[in-house]
Every structure is written in structure tokens, then in C-alpha cells.
């Protein structure tokens, strides 16, 4: 893959957050996934919090377009759906909190992430429905451990793609794409880390900053998603 440029995945944070745009940042959509993981991470027993828990990830998902009028979840589910979908985070979510970019080549922890993609894509599709987009933006919101491959993150990425074969692998959230996304924060670890440091999670509790920081996944979703959408 081409290498992302110095001070790229930065400018897009910058741009991305906006931090100094609004007095109000916490109420704008850039937040919805603040929102959301602050939840499961104070929730490690989501389904003892079942309503709020079905809430948060469905506003979430309504916030990133999941619920269009063509899609399944709009068409022909209500917050009752999402109950089968906390079940099945509370099953891994042992497994995959705290799991990141820097696990990725780790084959015990794939074989968990496999498994949870999986389940996850049996409880919130039938079979056979495009689920690509939608299983991988669970995992962003709820663990924070997976970029969104949705069609701006896999369009920047296909873009620094050199190979047919690189440019294929970002169809599927699997080890190839993930191995690539391990080596892009390889190279580029201490400028994450830096954005990391410079824009923590938001909660709802103050409508502000906590302590807590984003994970390297998802500063590589706001670069993924920013560089293709902005243009």
C-alpha cells in the first residue's frame, strides 16, 4: 500500500471533529459514536440495561445511516430487534474490549473477532442480506476495535491500494485488510496516538469530554471515512 502522508490522519481529525466550530460540539453527529462506546464501556452487562442499551445502538446506527427507507432495519424491524444484537456483545464482550489495531495479527483474537462477526450478522440480518457495512459499524460503535468498512472508509483505502489484490481485500473485514490496516498504524503509530491525546471521548452524563481516549481503529475510521467524503 502507499503510504498515508505525515500529518494527514491529523488534519482529518481536525477537520473531521471540529473542534472549534460550534460551542456545542457534543450535539452534533461526529458525537453519535462517543455516545454510543462510552455506553458499552460503562455497560459490560449490556442486557442489565436492555431498553437504554437497544436505544444507544440504535440511535447510533440511525446518526450513520444503517436506517435508510431501502434497508432492513428501517423496513421491517423496531427496538425489539436490537435485544438479540446485545445479546450477542455481551458474549464477546470480554473478548473484544480493549481488543485494537495493534491486536490484529494476534490468530487467538482474530479467531474471536471471526466468531463475534458471525453472531453479530446472524442477529441483525438474514442470511444472504449485505451486511458488510452494518456488522463492521457495530463493532466501531460498541468496542471501538474495527473501523466502519462503509463506502467512503473502503474508498480511501482501495485508493492507496497498489495491487488488485490489495484493492479486493477491503470487500471483506477479514485478515488481509486487517493485516494492511495494522501496517498503516505501524507507520504511522505516534501521530494516532498524538490524536488520541488530543481528542478524548465525549459522555452524555456532562455533554463533554471524559477520560477516556478513542481507540487506533477509530482514528483510522474519522481518516478513512473523511478523506473520501470530503471530496
Same mark, same amino acid.
Given at each position: 500500500? *502507499?503510504?498515508?502522508?505525515?500529518?494527514?490522519?491529523?488534519?482529518?481529525?481536525?477537520?473531521?471533529?471540529?473542534?472549534?466550530?460550534?460551542?456545542?460540539?457534543?450535539?452534533?453527529?461526529?458525537?453519535?459514536?462517543?455516545?454510543?462506546?462510552?455506553?458499552?464501556?460503562?455497560?459490560?452487562?449490556?442486557?442489565?440495561?436492555?431498553?437504554?442499551?437497544?436505544?444507544?445502538? /440504535?440511535?447510533?446506527?440511525?446518526?450513520?445511516?444503517?436506517? $435508510? /427507507?431501502?434497508?432492513? +432495519?428501517?423496513?421491517?424491524?423496531?427496538?425489539?430487534?436490537?435485544?438479540?444484537?446485545?445479546?450477542?456483545?455481551?458474549?464477546?464482550?470480554?473478548?473484544?474490549? /480493549?481488543?485494537?489495531?495493534?491486536?490484529?495479527?494476534?490468530?487467538?483474537?482474530?479467531?474471536?473477532?471471526?466468531?463475534?462477526?458471525?453472531?453479530?450478522?446472524?442477529? +441483525?440480518?438474514?442470511?444472504?442480506?449485505?451486511?458488510?457495512?452494518?456488522?463492521?459499524?457495530?463493532?466501531?460503535?460498541?468496542?471501538?476495535?474495527?473501523?466502519?468498512?462503509?463506502?467512503?472508509?473502503?474508498?480511501?483505502? *482501495?485508493?492507496?491500494?497498489?495491487?488488485?489484490?490489495?484493492?479486493?481485500?477491503?470487500?471483506?473485514?477479514?485478515?488481509?485488510?486487517?493485516?494492511?490496516?495494522?501496517?498503516?498504524?505501524?507507520?504511522?503509530?505516534?501521530?494516532?496516538?498524538?490524536? $488520541?491525546?488530543?481528542?478524548?471521548?465525549?459522555?452524555?452524563?456532562?455533554? /463533554?469530554?471524559?477520560?477516556?481516549?478513542?481507540?487506533?481503529? *477509530?482514528?483510522?475510521?474519522?481518516?478513512?471515512?473523511?478523506?473520501?467524503? *470530503?471530496?
Amino acid at each position: 500500500m *502507499k503510504p498515508i502522508p505525515p500529518g494527514a490522519i491529523s488534519a482529518a481529525a481536525e477537520a473531521f471533529l471540529r473542534p472549534e466550530a460550534d460551542p456545542l460540539p457534543s450535539r452534533r453527529r461526529e458525537r453519535s459514536w462517543d455516545l454510543c462506546f462510552s455506553h458499552f464501556r460503562e455497560h459490560p452487562r449490556p442486557t442489565e440495561a436492555m431498553e437504554t442499551s437497544c436505544l444507544h445502538l /440504535g440511535y447510533y446506527l440511525a446518526s450513520w445511516g444503517m436506517l $435508510r /427507507g431501502s434497508s432492513f +432495519l428501517f423496513r421491517q424491524t423496531n427496538l425489539l430487534h436490537y435485544q438479540g444484537v446485545i445479546e450477542v456483545i455481551e458474549k464477546y464482550d470480554e473478548d473484544l474490549r /480493549g481488543w485494537d489495531v495493534p491486536d490484529y495479527l494476534d490468530p487467538e483474537k482474530y479467531e474471536q473477532f471471526s466468531s463475534a462477526w458471525t453472531d453479530l450478522r446472524g442477529a +441483525l440480518v438474514p442470511e444472504g442480506r449485505a451486511s458488510l457495512t452494518l456488522v463492521s459499524k457495530v463493532m466501531m460503535g460498541v468496542w471501538g476495535c474495527l473501523p466502519s468498512f462503509d463506502t467512503f472508509f473502503v474508498a480511501t483505502f *482501495k485508493g492507496l491500494s497498489e495491487t488488485r489484490t490489495e484493492r479486493g481485500a477491503w470487500n471483506r473485514a477479514e485478515r488481509d485488510a486487517l493485516g494492511m490496516l495494522y501496517d498503516v498504524y505501524d507507520r504511522r503509530a505516534d501521530e494516532i496516538d498524538h490524536v $488520541r491525546d488530543r481528542y478524548p471521548v465525549w459522555d452524555f452524563a456532562s455533554g /463533554g469530554p471524559s477520560e477516556r481516549r478513542m481507540t487506533r481503529a *477509530k482514528v483510522l475510521d474519522i481518516y478513512g471515512f473523511h478523506e473520501s467524503w *470530503k471530496s
